[in-house]
């Protein structure tokens, strides 16, 4: 058994923040009963047997947790308050990363980092701070704080004339893969909807059809409904309308099927599949959705 005390304490930092560094890719975190920290094997380069780490895979006995997070707090607090100096930002992104590992409600931490991501103006950094969010997200899917550091980096990053498509892309599989654990995860949803003023006109149209295989498996998840419908006005205004059109919504519930009519055209869209025609039997997304999945086509796709 780990011997209580500031030393032990400070012992434990040192084998977790020794792990950090020799593997900044790791990607899952998990935190272990000590019975079953030791049912994992053996490995030659593990030293304590409250850390385990292998193939990016991380776990911490919850054993000592109670004097690792205490110890990465007091390291971090004094890392921060200390007179500047040449190692002080890389001792405050070691002992923070740390600390947020184990508590990723400390704003005190997250703000520390972007104090020192916005002084270095260093992209690689970014870059990286994105995976050391992925990372805590695989654990703390719902965590506001994290998401929220997440949106900050991604603007430090389209500040930087980055190439946004390719950082959208992959937010929005990291999206997916938070919501197929956590159901009904508004942030993760929310965190989409925000990224929609960042996308090209194919990515919105692109996220349409993606999403319209989601909302017929989770039929009953709104948040994918509210992002649809998001990125359906999104896509709205990127069409053009004359003063005597308008824009008319199907009506039906969880629908975000839509169509511009016109004196002109008689309630014909001239606006092509983008929207649907608004008719007594309801419009082409929800023909669509009643369909049986064999004959489904995504009504937002242009026919071939």
């Known amino acids: 058994m780990v011997e209580s005390g500031a030393g032990a304490g400070d012992l434990l930092l040192h084998d977790f923040e020794r792990i950090l560094h020799d593997d900044p890719n790791i990607d899952e975190v998990g935190f272990l ?36 997070y205490r110890a990465a707090r007091q390291a971090h607090s004094k890392a921060a308050t ?29 703000n520390s980092r ?10 690689t950094q970014l870059e990286a701070e994105l995976q050391f969010c992925a990372l805590i997200l695989s654990y703390a899917l719902k965590n506001e704080s994290t998401w929220s550091h997440r949106r900050w980096v ?20 990291l999206v997916k893969q938070i919501a197929e654990k ?3 995860n508004y942030r993760a949803w929310r965190h989409r909807c925000w990224l929609i003023p960042y996308m090209k006109p194919k990515q919105v149209l692109d996220e349409l059809n993606k999403s319209i295989k989601w909302g017929e498996l989770h039929v009953a998840d709104n948040c994918c409904f509210h992002y649809r ?11 053009p309308f004359t003063g005597s059109q308008k824009l008319i919504y199907c009506g039906r ?14 309630g014909e869209s001239p606006c092509g599949p983008i929207v649907g025609s608004s008719h007594s039997g309801g419009c082409n ?11 489904r086509r995504s009504p937002w796709q242009t026919s071939s």
């Open 114 to 123: 972007k104090k020192v991501l916005s002084a270095d103006h260093n992209l």
């Open 229 to 239: 419908r998001t990125t359906a006005v999104k896509r709205t205004e990127e069409i």
């Open 285 to 295: 997304v929800c023909s669509a959705m009643r369909k049986p999945a064999c004959q």
């Open 154 to 173: 991604i603007t430090k990053l389209a500040q930087s004339h980055q190439d946004m498509p390719q950082i959208i892309d992959k937010e929005s599989v």
């Open 33 to 68: 009963h000590p019975t079953q920290m030791d049912s994992l094997p053996l490995l030659g380069s593990n030293k304590s047997p409250y850390l385990w780490c292998s193939d990016h895979k991380l776990a911490i006995s919850t054993h000592v947790l109670p004097d690792l």
């Open 253 to 266: 519930r969880n629908c975000g099927g839509m169509r511009c009519s016109s004196d002109a055209t008689k």
């Open 82 to 110: 200390t007179s500047p100096s040449a190692d002080a930002p890389a001792l405050i992104m070691l002992h923070s990363k740390a600390l947020l590992i184990l508590c990723p409600d400390s704003f005190t931490a997250w």
């Open 182 to 184: 956590s159901k009904m």
